[in-house]
């Protein structure tokens, strides 16, 4: 495995062309994580925000995104077209996803307390209090950076039903931790870019509006790029998936 190289620039352009090159397979699904997107961002951005709401449309989000993303890992790594609303999974693939989400914000948490004693332990005390701390966080998470570049593909394997699905992205990913990260970069990015305007020259609804479907456009580049990234590096044996119980 430690052969394969992942080609960044190619990997990046594939991911935004297959959603460019799609438009029919992806405007039922894209519309329905459009819709959790900005029910979302409505219900955080209301000056008195119910607690209820925000609590009822984040958890929609996460089960909309999440189907949503374990049906474009499938279609793109498995050839498994199915289109409309068939196109969400809601199936036994989902829940070996969620359980994976779940494990890996467990995991980002506990490292994110072992990164912050780390710190407090290694940093002197006069930078931690002085105007290099924004420098010394950057020291302290780029392990942490890494670390989720080498564990990122588990989504993917996840999705296909595979079995200790980060341990699976630790093997394929080796030698290609930097490669991930940069093509993470190119598909996160732009994005984002586009994104932070639209919330501060739009107007109320239209900015909540324009956000989700960058957003939602969004996701879908950076999932495709998941999706491609582990065809890339995984053997065929931990690509074909496996059958649901």
């Known amino acids: 495995m430690s052969g394969l190289q992942l080609p960044v620039w190619e990997t990046a352009k594939q991911s935004y062309g297959f959603v460019r090159h799609h438009p029919r397979l992806l405007a039922v699904p894209m519309a329905l994580l459009f819709m959790a997107e900005f029910l979302q961002e409505a219900a955080s951005d209301q000056l008195r925000p119910d607690a209820w709401m925000r609590i009822a449309s984040t958890i929609l989000l996460l089960l909309v995104d999440s189907a949503f993303t374990v049906g474009l890992l499938r279609t793109i790594i498995l050839d498994e077209v199915l289109s409309g609303f068939r196109f969400l999974r809601w199936d036994f693939y989902l829940w070996r ?114 956000s989700s479907a960058v957003e939602t456009v969004g996701t879908a580049i950076f999932t495709a790029t998941l999706a491609l990234s582990y065809r890339t590096l995984a053997p065929a044996s931990d690509s074909s998936g496996a059958e649901a119980p």
């Open 97 to 210: 996803y969620l359980k994976t989400v779940l494990i890996a914000t467990i995991l980002i948490m506990l490292a994110g307390v072992a990164a912050l004693f780390a710190a407090g332990a290694l940093i002197p005390d006069e930078m931690l209090h002085s105007g290099m701390a924004a420098i010394a966080a950057a020291i302290a998470a780029f392990p942490l950076v890494y670390l989720a570049a080498r564990l990122v593909l588990g989504f993917s394997a996840a999705a296909l039903g595979q079995d200790r699905a980060f341990r699976l992205s630790w093997r394929i990913t080796r030698s290609n931790g930097w490669r991930l990260l940069a093509v993470f970069f190119l598909a996160a990015v732009p994005p984002s870019l586009i994104s932070l305007p639209i919330r501060f020259l739009l107007p109320g609804l239209f900015s909540t509006a324009g």
